[in-house]
């Protein structure tokens, strides 16, 4: 199963290493990590989306949680979270009519578009990790040059 | 499913310190530190000096710290390791910055495997110099990262205080494990005002939880009305000391005790419910009946591989029940069907208390119970030993009959640490320790040492192997020198002799790598040549002699007993097989 994972953390140098590392070293993966401070600067914020079987997220959250440097581990419900990626994809442009094919296409995924040039035109969308596999699939016909993403970020909705 | 663990615990600790000692003082770095592990009840460090620890080195000129000096750094960690599991107080080791850092890895690996408490404090290169690959510069505290419970590195001499204090605290509650102090040379120099904080913040870290009373009493109606329980008790129940409890609650219901090896000497092994350890080189008996049982209750142990074999077999028999203080041990290797997290010794007081009020007392023999003292009864008569006067079961009994129950054994790794296993009974629980998690050879003789320092009133024995001894013998320098009297008792095989079964059972007999010389070195001479005692004992008389001997020295005495290299270890259960797959000697 697919499951995010959110960490409060010490805000101190090292910590994302040891988060890391503890994956590597349980032989865990990690399908994507985000990592940014929280409203009290001591405090940072990770996110960390896995895979693994019931038994295994188990593991996961108690390993990290008995890292003295994670003050709180949450295994989220994906249906009780909001949870977004950004991602910005930069595609070719061959023919004439790309440019609005990929304009349509990105505003139906709310995405917006950046930087049109001759031969290619960058969209940047902020959207759930299906959302962007699927918007990736629809623009892979035009040519995909690159792509960068951020992983995930989450956040439990109040009173769930 | 939503796991959410949250916690934001603050610890008061109250140290002895009156109030003029809290206030601020201005000292340099290294003083800090001496001061406060002075503060923690340190009376000894093991160590070795060099370039980037010179400073703290200074210090033992003006502090009443004991320094032993150790011949390599990885055996200052073993000593210390040695220490922390007899006093159940960290043990503590100094080391320079690069090699010296990098040596006492195996040792705080070690500690880990084994959760003993310690706290390792390593010179580091000045904090200008870090990153830029200086002159024995390692990056000790990314490369201990996997093998410590915490590390820390203070980078202001101020902290210093306060990381001790914490370090400390850390190492020694909850699952123990070691912690590494990584001090930057100028950080020990440099001036600062120093307070020694009585209180102290550690927000992610709660060693502490409530007893389970729900799930403890589901283990006891599951205990009840089981038909074959079995104790399984692991080195938790070491750690936490809780050997009344265990003796307690195995009397009142009549259940049958097997341990781990960690677990050896939890429960006496002369006691009629005493099976002693399952595993690889598990007991006959115990194997047997923990093959047979239809219920265990595991306390403080992570059913490593070499204790229960395939895990898949070992659960699919049996309903189990865990106590472990480490949340995170329940469920990692078995499944289980009760779990009770806390400390191992509260949760077994709480049992035999509720067992105690329900009036549960179990008197009469049932057949599970008579058939567990028939299986134990058959294997001890029958279970065929090496024929020679010298077999290690024969040399291994004699050292029991010898020693004073109370004496501390340790034991190096390899076919003599099994032998040690199957045929030195502990009789006095919390007596006998060995690295069993990670395997370290070379750990039984520093970590006698340890052990002699903690206890110096108690004879104390290491088990070794000549292949495993030579790798840390140098400490017989240590011994000598700081007047350390411990008991080296080498069972002497000139081979490594643990591969050389292997080689034998599995390869084929190609012997690769295992011969080890005939004595080469002579260990008789090599005791004598670092000013210890050195024995030879070829005959069960001589033996006799040279461990009444040993045992009445004032110095460090090794005794070399040349044994037969084509011994095995038997019974044994191949790695990747079941416990019910022993194969017995033929």
Excluded at chain 2, 37 to 61: R, S, T
Excluded at chain 2, 187 to 206: L, S, T
Excluded at chain 2, 404 to 421: D, F, L
Aim: glycine residues 8%.
């Amino acid at each position: 199963m697919w499951a995010i994972l959110s960490l409060l953390v010490e805000n101190k140098p090292g910590i994302l290493f040891k988060v890391t590392h503890l994956f590597r070293s349980r032989n865990f993966n990690i399908d994507s990590i985000s990592v940014g401070v929280t409203e009290n600067p001591e405090y940072s914020r990770m996110t960390i989306t896995t895979y693994g079987d019931e038994k295994q997220v188990e593991q996961i959250v108690k390993q990290l949680d008995k890292m003295i440097d994670t003050i709180e581990v949450k295994h989220l419900d994906e249906h009780k979270t909001v949870y977004r990626e950004l991602s910005i994809f930069k595609i070719k442009l061959s023919n004439a009519n790309d440019s609005m094919e990929i304009n349509k296409l990105a505003n139906a995924y709310g995405g917006k578009v950046h930087d049109v040039k001759k031969d290619s035109i960058m969209v940047e969308l902020t959207a759930t990790p299906d959302q962007i596999a699927a918007f990736e699939e629809l623009a892979a016909p035009f040519g995909i040059i690159d792509v960068a993403r951020t992983g995930v970020a989450a956040l439990q909705r109040s009173g769930a | 499913m939503i796991l959410c663990f949250s916690a934001q615990i603050t610890y008061h600790i109250k140290i002895m310190a009156t109030d003029l000692e809290n206030k601020m003082e201005t000292m340099i770095g290294a003083k800090a530190l001496m001061k406060a592990l002075e503060k923690e009840g340190v009376k000894e460090v093991f160590g070795l000096p060099g370039g980037a620890n010179l400073p703290m080195y200074d210090e033992f000129a003006r502090c009443d710290i004991r320094h032993i000096l150790t011949r390599h750094e990885q055996s200052a960690a073993h000593m210390a390791d040695g220490f922390g599991r007899v006093s159940r107080k960290p043990g503590v080791c100094f080391a320079t910055s690069g090699p010296g850092a990098t040596n006492i890895l195996t040792g705080i690996a070690t500690a880990q495997a084994d959760s003993a408490p310690m706290v390792a404090v390593t010179g580091q290169v000045p904090v200008a110099m870090i990153g830029r690959d200086a002159f024995q510069e390692s990056d000790i505290i990314g490369m201990a990262n996997p093998v410590v419970k915490y590390a820390f590195q203070p980078r202001d001499a101020k902290e210093i205080p306060e990381v001790v204090r914490k370090g400390f605290f850390i190492a020694e509650t909850g699952r123990p494990g070691p912690v590494l102090i990584d001090i930057p040379k100028d950080v020990q120099q440099n001036e600062a005002e120093m307070v020694f904080p009585d209180e102290f913040k550690i927000r992610g870290y709660h060693p502490w939880t409530d007893p389970d009373m729900v799930n403890i009493e589901k283990a006891i109606t599951m205990l009840l009305s089981a038909e074959k329980p079995v104790i399984l008790a692991g080195g938790g129940t070491i750690i936490s000391s809780a050997f009344a409890e265990l003796q307690a609650l195995a009397e009142l219901l009549m259940i049958p005790v097997v341990t781990t090896f960690k677990g050896k000497g939890a429960f006496p092994e002369n006691h009629p419910l005493a099976l002693g350890p399952i595993g690889m080189h598990g007991h006959a008996e115990a194997n047997k009946i923990m093959t047979e049982a239809d219920c265990v209750l595991a306390i403080g142990t992570r059913f490593s591989d070499r204790s229960v074999g395939t895990f898949e077999e070992f659960e699919k028999r049996l309903k189990i029940i865990h106590m472990d203080v480490d949340p995170a041990e329940i469920g990692k290797n078995q499944t289980t069907s009760v779990a009770v997290v806390g400390d191992v010794r509260a949760s077994l007081r709480i049992m035999v208390k509720m067992l105690m009020q329900k009036a549960v007392k179990q008197t009469e023999e049932n057949i599970w119970i008579k058939h567990v003292k028939e299986t134990k009864t058959y294997w001890q008569e029958n279970l065929k030993l090496h024929p020679g006067e010298m077999g290690a079961a024969k040399i291994l009994r004699k050292l029991r009959e010898l020693l004073p129950h109370q004496s501390i054994v340790t034991t190096e790794v390899g076919q003599h640490q099994m032998w040690a296993s199957l045929f030195f009974d502990v009789i006095q629980p919390g007596t006998f320790f060995s690295s069993t998690g990670l395997g370290t050879m070379g750990w039984g003789f520093p970590a006698a040492i340890g052990a002699k320092v903690a206890k110096p009133d108690v004879a104390v024995v290491d088990i070794a192997g000549d292949g495993s001894f030579a790798m840390t013998e140098n400490s017989l320098a240590t011994a000598v020198l700081e007047d350390i009297p411990v008991i080296v008792f080498v069972l002497n095989n000139f081979t490594l002799g643990m591969v050389a079964q292997w080689q034998r059972t599995f390869y084929d007999r190609r012997m690769i790598g295992v011969d080890q010389g005939k004595y080469c070195p002579d260990y008789v001479k090599l005791a004598e040549s670092y000013g210890a005692q050195g024995i030879r004992a070829e005959s069960m008389d001589e033996l006799d002699r040279a461990i009444k001997s040993a045992l009445s020295s004032d110095v460090a005495t090794v005794i070399d007993i040349p044994i037969d290299p084509e011994e095995d270890v038997l019974p044994f259960v191949a790695p990747g097989t079941s416990l019910g797959d022993m194969v017995l000697p033929s």
